[in-house]
């Protein structure tokens, strides 16, 4: 999925430039990349949440939705700005030996999902505060591609080649869905702002509570005026960077710890000195049940082009297990 990302990258990236005017724009494509060999310290890995690639489409509508899920998600009161979406996302885990073909306990598991997601953000600009909510469906395990994705990736840019993905969750379904809540709490001219989350997560895939906090500096455009300004005036540009604190408490997740209905690899083989075959009972590490992030970068958007990058330090997913880094780069193309 990574090469058809950067051929999706590049060809909205001249497109957005030579189309790059001010106008109020209805609908939004973005190309969405994690991946925690991009650190900014240089000291990009191949572990643990690995990599994630999403590619996300926003619009508006004219007319209320007739949809039968937009119907049941909360709206931000009557003069809210509504904006629907649409997302498809492949995420893979692996430890940190991608050669040895066996099952590793005492690291972060091999593991893949494959799930699409529709949204709707609901803003409301005179009260200053939003409604996020996210419905999710998918599968992970096998069937989610993600061991032929990195396989094939890998190849392609003659890294080692993983060899443990036979150890990985078996298929499971997953359905999720997603509430945050947003509340502007400071701000100074268009120069800093200070908003407040919080966000709900259930179901198969996810179960947790999320407590956030943004902060903005630089030349900004209203943060309540829409995701990225849609339906709104586009200014002639903005340029700054942001702070998102982030404490998560956790309480279940599928793809760390397998699905409902996943087989779970549970034997470990070892070889004594003489030859002789051991088998043993394993399982992995059990999660992390309050999880800390720190994320930072920066945002710049001209015309109707938006690029940003994110770095997500995060503590451990998983109890005795290490922390970890992952980097986000995200173009978004108005029109």
Same mark, same amino acid.
């Given at each position: 999925?990574?090469?058809?990302?950067?051929?999706?990258?590049?060809?909205?990236?001249?497109?957005?430039?030579?189309?790059?005017?001010?106008?109020?724009?209805?609908?939004?494509?973005?190309?969405?990349?994690?991946?925690?060999?991009?650190?900014?310290?240089?000291?990009?890995?191949?572990?643990?949440?690995?990599?994630?690639?999403?590619?996300?489409?926003?619009?508006?509508?004219?007319?209320? !939705?007739?949809?039968?899920?937009?119907?049941?998600?909360?709206?931000?009161?009557?003069?809210?700005?509504?904006?629907?979406?649409?997302?498809?996302?492949?995420?893979?885990?692996?430890?940190?030996?991608?050669?040895?073909?066996?099952?590793?306990?005492?690291?972060?598991?091999?593991?893949?999902?494959?799930?699409?997601? $529709? !949204?709707?953000?609901?803003?409301?600009?005179?009260?200053?505060?939003?409604?996020?909510?996210?419905?999710?469906?998918?599968?992970?395990?096998?069937?989610?591609?993600?061991?032929?994705?990195?396989?094939?990736? $890998?190849?392609?840019?003659?890294?080692?080649?993983?060899?443990?993905?036979?150890?990985?969750?078996?298929?499971?379904?997953?359905?999720?869905?997603?509430?945050?809540?947003?509340?502007?709490?400071?701000?100074?001219?268009?120069?800093?702002?200070?908003?407040?989350?919080?966000?709900?997560?259930?179901?198969?895939?996810?179960?947790?509570?999320?407590?956030?906090?943004?902060?903005?500096?630089?030349?900004?455009?209203?943060?309540?005026?829409?995701?990225?300004?849609?339906?709104?005036?586009?200014?002639?540009?903005?340029?700054?960077?942001?702070?998102?604190?982030?404490?998560?408490?956790?309480?279940?997740?599928?793809?760390?710890?397998?699905?409902?209905?996943?087989?779970?690899?549970?034997?470990?083989?070892?070889?004594?000195?003489?030859?002789?075959?051991?088998?043993?009972?394993?399982?992995?590490?059990?999660?992390?049940?309050?999880?800390?992030?720190?994320?930072?970068?920066?945002?710049?958007?001209?015309?109707?082009?938006?690029?940003?990058?994110?770095?997500?330090?995060?503590?451990?997913?998983?109890?005795?297990?290490?922390?970890?880094?992952?980097?986000?780069?995200?173009?978004?193309?108005?029109?």
């Amino acid at each position: 999925m990574k090469p058809l990302l950067l051929a999706l990258t590049i060809s909205a990236l001249f497109i957005g430039i030579n189309n790059g005017k001010a106008q109020a724009p209805t609908h939004i494509f973005g190309v969405y990349w994690d991946d925690d060999f991009l650190n900014v310290q240089g000291k990009g890995t191949d572990n643990s949440y690995t990599s994630g690639e999403r590619l996300e489409y926003f619009y508006t509508k004219n007319h209320p !939705s007739r949809f039968f899920a937009d119907r049941l998600m909360p709206k931000a009161g009557r003069h809210s700005t509504d904006i629907y979406g649409w997302s498809l996302m492949q995420v893979m885990y692996t430890p940190d030996n991608l050669l040895d073909p066996n099952f590793q306990p005492n690291d972060y598991p091999w593991s893949g999902a494959v799930f699409a997601t $529709h !949204s709707l953000y609901s803003y409301n600009a005179r009260r200053a505060f939003a409604y996020k909510t996210e419905l999710t469906l998918g599968m992970m395990g096998p069937v989610s591609l993600a061991g032929p994705s990195q396989t094939m990736v $890998h190849r392609t840019v003659h890294y080692k080649e993983p060899k443990g993905w036979s150890n990985q969750y078996g298929n499971a379904p997953l359905l999720n869905v997603s509430f945050a809540a947003e509340k502007k709490e400071w701000g100074w001219s268009d120069a800093v702002d200070i908003i407040g989350g919080t966000r709900v997560d259930a179901g198969t895939m996810l179960d947790g509570l999320t407590a956030y906090e943004i902060l903005r500096v630089g030349k900004l455009d209203p943060y309540f005026n829409g995701f990225l300004n849609l339906t709104g005036r586009r200014s002639k540009g903005q340029f700054y960077f942001f702070l998102q604190p982030t404490g998560e408490a956790v309480a279940y997740n599928a793809i760390l710890q397998g699905g409902l209905t996943s087989w779970k690899p549970s034997r470990v083989t070892t070889y004594g000195e003489n030859g002789k075959m051991t088998e043993t009972t394993a399982s992995y590490h059990p999660i992390s049940n309050f999880l800390f992030e720190g994320d930072f970068g920066w945002v710049v958007s001209l015309g109707n082009v938006t690029l940003t990058y994110t770095q997500k330090p995060s503590t451990a997913y998983m109890k005795g297990l290490y922390s970890h880094n992952v980097g986000n780069i995200t173009l978004y193309i108005a029109w």
